[in-house]
Structure formats: structure tokens, C-alpha cells
């Protein structure tokens, strides 16, 4: 196992859609994170106060997209606006975030010049999002990886909520090492909590059926 000599730069990509009630939470936890150089939001065509909230705080860069184009489209141009060599993606309405939680995801990642990719899986937060992320562990939108990880990938642009499959087929494809990371006692808001029953299980199905059709594209 090789250390890196240096510290290479490291940008937070933070996407959110209709998060005004929850992203402050999350940017609070990040910015307590010394490691970190850079923050982006990605604001994806949300129509409530998700871009207000995000402006609170300095330092932090915000991106607004007119339209809602979906989580990969939005992880995709937060990396674009960036050089970093580590990109870390935590999403926008996840509870009992520390930063510990984003420093565990990144310092292998520093440590060991082989590995590639950590991926972040809920353990002690909430029954439904522990179980979810053990039986299907590559849909954790928690995750950090180096730049160079991203050569060759096909593009996930569209992938829509398939854009962490994505990446899991990448790695799998490409041989590279990937490590998986316990976020104990943290969680995110269930997609019926934000919108109601029955909406929140039609944005769940759509989520889903994200995830099938780019299972078996990629």
C-alpha cells in the first residue's frame, strides 16, 4: 500500500432537488470538514427556497439548473466545474450527518494510491435505509472517488437516479478497488416524508425504474 505524497484537491458535489427544508443540515456537516477545498450545490430546477438556503453560506458555490434534469445530469456538472482530484457526492437530505462520516469516505482514498472508490453504507440510522443499502449496496449516494476513476466511463448524463449503478458497473468493469465505509447513525428523509404517500411512491417507483433501465445498459 503507497501513500500519496501530497494532498491532492478535494471538492464536496452536493446535488439537490426541492431540499430548502433539509440542506442546511447537510452543508453544516460539510463545512466542519478541514480536507475539503471546494463546495458545489448543484440546485436541479427546484422550485422552492433550496437556492436561498444554499446562499447563507459563503464559500460555498452554487449552480442553478433552469429545469429539473435529474441526479446524474447534476452530478455530472458539478464535475465539470471543477478540477478536483477527489470528488466526494453526499446528497442533499440526509439526517445525522458528521464529519466524520464525510472524512471517513475520503482518507483511504488518501491512504492507498490503489483504491479507486469508497462507497458509503447507513448502518444504526433507520430500519428501511439499513436494509435498502445492505440488500442493494451499490444505490448509496454517498461516496467519494478520484478523477481518474471517470476515464473511460460511458456517459451517465441521463442516468437520472441510475447514476450510482453507473459508477458500481464502472468500477466492476474497470477492475479497480473499491472500498465500502459504515455511516453509522445517519439516515435520509424517505421520498413519502418529502412529498406525501402517493406521490412519494411514484417519485420512488421513478427511482426505481431509473435504477433497472441503466442495471442493464451499462
Known amino acids: 500500500m503507497a501513500k500519496a505524497s501530497s494532498k491532492p484537491k478535494i471538492a464536496v458535489i452536493i446535488p439537490a432537488y426541492n431540499e430548502e427544508e433539509r440542506i442546511s443540515l447537510v452543508l453544516s456537516g460539510v463545512m466542519k470538514v478541514p480536507l475539503i477545498d471546494e463546495i458545489i450545490v448543484v440546485n436541479d430546477g427546484s422550485t422552492d427556497g433550496t437556492a436561498?438556503?444554499?446562499?447563507?453560506?459563503?464559500?460555498?458555490?452554487?449552480?442553478?439548473?433552469?429545469?429539473?434534469?435529474?441526479?446524474?445530469?447534476?452530478?455530472?456538472?458539478?464535475?465539470?466545474?471543477?478540477?478536483?482530484?477527489?470528488?466526494?457526492?453526499?446528497?442533499?437530505?440526509?439526517v445525522g450527518l458528521t464529519p466524520k462520516h464525510i472524512e471517513d469516505l475520503i482518507n483511504p482514498l488518501l491512504?492507498?494510491?490503489?483504491?479507486?472508490?469508497?462507497?458509503?453504507?447507513?448502518?444504526?440510522?433507520?430500519?428501511?435505509?439499513?436494509?435498502?443499502?445492505?440488500?442493494?449496496?451499490?444505490?448509496?449516494?454517498?461516496?467519494?472517488?478520484?478523477?481518474?476513476?471517470?476515464?473511460?466511463?460511458?456517459?451517465?448524463?441521463?442516468?437520472?437516479f441510475?447514476?450510482?449503478?453507473?459508477?458500481?458497473?464502472?468500477a466492476k468493469n474497470s477492475e479497480v478497488k473499491v472500498k465500502e465505509v459504515i455511516i453509522n447513525d445517519a439516515t435520509h428523509v424517505m421520498k413519502e416524508e418529502k412529498l406525501g404517500f402517493f406521490k412519494g411512491l411514484l417519485a420512488r417507483l421513478k427511482m426505481y425504474g431509473d435504477m433497472i433501465k441503466h442495471l442493464f445498459r451499462l
Open 111 to 160: 491512504m492507498d494510491d490503489e483504491l479507486m472508490m469508497t462507497v458509503g453504507k447507513f448502518a444504526g440510522g433507520r430500519l428501511r435505509t439499513d436494509l435498502s443499502q445492505t440488500i442493494i449496496p451499490f444505490i448509496s449516494g454517498q461516496r467519494a472517488l478520484k478523477r481518474q476513476f471517470l476515464k473511460g466511463i460511458p456517459d451517465f448524463s441521463e442516468s437520472g
Open 162 to 170: 441510475g447514476v450510482e449503478i453507473a459508477f458500481t458497473k464502472h
Open 52 to 94: 436561498n438556503a444554499v446562499e447563507e453560506y459563503r464559500g460555498v458555490t452554487l449552480i442553478n439548473c433552469e429545469t429539473n434534469r435529474g441526479k446524474g445530469a447534476a452530478l455530472k456538472m458539478g464535475i465539470d466545474a471543477t478540477d478536483a482530484d477527489i470528488l466526494v457526492f453526499i446528497d442533499a437530505d440526509l
